[in-house]
């Protein structure tokens, strides 16, 4: 499954895409190649039902758990509304993580997986579904989310049977919450997104010091 992504996307691309989506302010740094762990930027509803932008951490912990070691990176879609660790989330707290790309692992002998990173050929960002929850620690309040899967699309099943659940812009009222609708319509949000060729998958470098492309000045999602 997904263990890594990045949240980088060039200004002027960011104003074209996010019309009427989210007004976005450019005043933070990018995520770069972020891991389980790791913070990125959520799109939600604040409680005037308004949408939001939070930093939050990626991962849940499960009860007792320690929470710097996160127990849960994705909740699978065909579960998602069942298991206590993700029905309540997925009920009252869904959001959106937009990403430029997002890593696929595939399985490799003697236990290693080797690395593709997945990206739109137009360089759109992609809208992946997440649900998160508050954990209240010693520091106060923290948010945390995990992402939705599902089965893998033609592309991705070359390597992996799984991938993340993509939400195209006209769903975003439902899934945020901002239109009233049945959870089960808002289940079958969760379903796999067949590219039709408009993605590319690459194998990812080696070496520990690897860097996203270059692309045209980077700026803040959001």
Do not use: Y
């Amino acid at each position: 499954m997904c263990g890594k992504f990045t949240q980088l996307v060039a200004w002027e691309d960011a104003l074209v895409f996010f019309s009427g989506l989210m007004e976005p302010t450019p005043d933070e740094a990018p995520v770069v190649f972020a891991t389980p762990m790791r913070s990125a930027w959520i799109i939600r509803l604040d409680e005037a039902g308004k949408r939001e932008r939070v930093k939050m951490r990626w991962g849940f912990s499960n009860p007792g758990s320690d929470l710097f070691k996160p127990d849960h990176m994705h909740a699978r879609s065909e579960t998602i509304d069942a298991k206590p660790t993700f029905s309540e989330s997925f009920s009252e707290r869904r959001g959106i993580l937009m990403v430029d790309t997002f890593n696929e692992g595939e399985e490799q002998p003697g236990g290693k997986t080797k690395q593709w990173v997945v990206r739109p050929n137009d360089r759109k960002p992609i809208a992946i579904a997440v649900i998160w929850q508050e954990w209240e620690g010693d520091a106060g309040a923290i948010s945390c989310f995990v992402q939705a899967t599902v089965p893998a699309n033609a592309l991705i099943s070359k390597i992996t049977d799984r991938m993340l659940a993509i939400i195209k812009p006209e769903d975003w009222p439902v899934w945020l919450g901002e239109r009233d609708a049945p959870l089960k319509d808002v289940k079958a949000l969760l379903r796999t997104f067949e590219d039709e060729g408009k993605w590319e998958m690459t194998e990812q470098a080696a070496s520990k010091s690897a860097k996203p492309p270059k692309t045209k000045p980077q700026m803040d999602l959001f």
